[in-house]
T-cell receptor
Framework: DVKVTQSSRYLVKRTGEKVFLECVQD?????MFWYRQDPGLGLRLIYF???????EKGDIPEGYSVSREKKERFSLILESASTNQTSMYLC???????????FGPGTRLTVT | GENVEQHPSTLSVQEGDSAVIKCTYS??????FPWYKQELGKRPQLIID?????GEKKDQRIAVTLNKTAKHFSLHITETQPEDSAVYFC?????????????FGKGTHLIIQP
């Protein structure tokens, strides 16, 4: 059974802080993704990665960066958190040649 | 980039009736169209998907149809049950099977009335 875990379920940070959101998958998946989910807006792709040290911008990369130093771990970084980054952040992964993206439980980030 | 429109935003049906959710996409090169179900407080999960070389796919009470010419696809749920209550998201992808990431619609909140 695929397991995608995220480091925190709830996180509260202050404006201007540097924030790290961690995602780990245990299925040796090549591709990993970060989405944010906002009411009425659905899920929007922030960044994704094909492989270790590889990254690609999604639809809304501004204000975010990512890091993938190990295959199983994909980190989302908010260099200087702002209130408009308050959201639910979902990580996902998918195996090579497979269809289903497996999602983590999400991290609800509040920036005050 | 790709843009996916989803309607309606809320759908209320009587238990046992059918529900239909519709999506349109903008990029004719998109070739993979999944549907995800998200129950309250839980993560999205894939319920059915279709590729561009297929017009219809069915899995028990759920089915998806795709019209490539019109660039729209629909989710059909028959004999709805209380456990079908959830938010449903359609999505489209240019990459094979979503490997390049998915562009999601804004979601449909399906409410099954007893």
């Amino acid at each position: 059974d695929v397991k995608v875990t995220q480091s925190s379920r709830y996180l509260v940070k202050r404006t201007g802080e540097k924030v790290f959101l961690e995602c780990v998958q245990d299925m040796d998946h090549e591709n990993m993704f970060w989405y944010r989910q906002d009411p009425g807006l659905g899920l929007r792709l922030i960044y994704f990665s094909y492989d270790v040290k590889m990254k690609e911008k999604g639809d809304i990369p501004e204000g975010y960066s990512v890091s993938r130093e190990k295959k199983e771990r994909f980190s989302l970084i908010l260099e200087s958190a702002s209130t408009n980054q308050t959201s639910m952040y979902l990580c996902a992964s998918i195996g090579q040649g497979r269809n289903e993206q497996y999602f983590g439980p999400g991290t609800r980030l509040t920036v005050t | 980039g790709e843009n996916v429109e989803q309607h309606p935003s809320t759908l209320s049906v009587q238990e046992g009736d059918s529900a239909v959710i519709k999506c349109t996409y903008s990029d004719s090169a998109s070739n993979y169209f999944p549907w995800y179900k998200q129950e309250l407080g839980k993560r999205p999960q894939l319920i059915i998907d279709i590729r561009s070389n297929v017009g219809e796919k069915k899995d028990q009470r759920i089915a998806v149809t795709l019209n490539k010419t019109a660039k729209h696809f629909s989710l059909h749920i028959t004999e709805t049950q209380p456990e079908d209550s959830a938010v449903y998201f359609c999505a489209a992808s240019l990459g094979g099977g979503g490997a390049d990431g998915l562009t999601f619609g804004k979601g449909t909140h399906l409410i099954i009335q007893p």
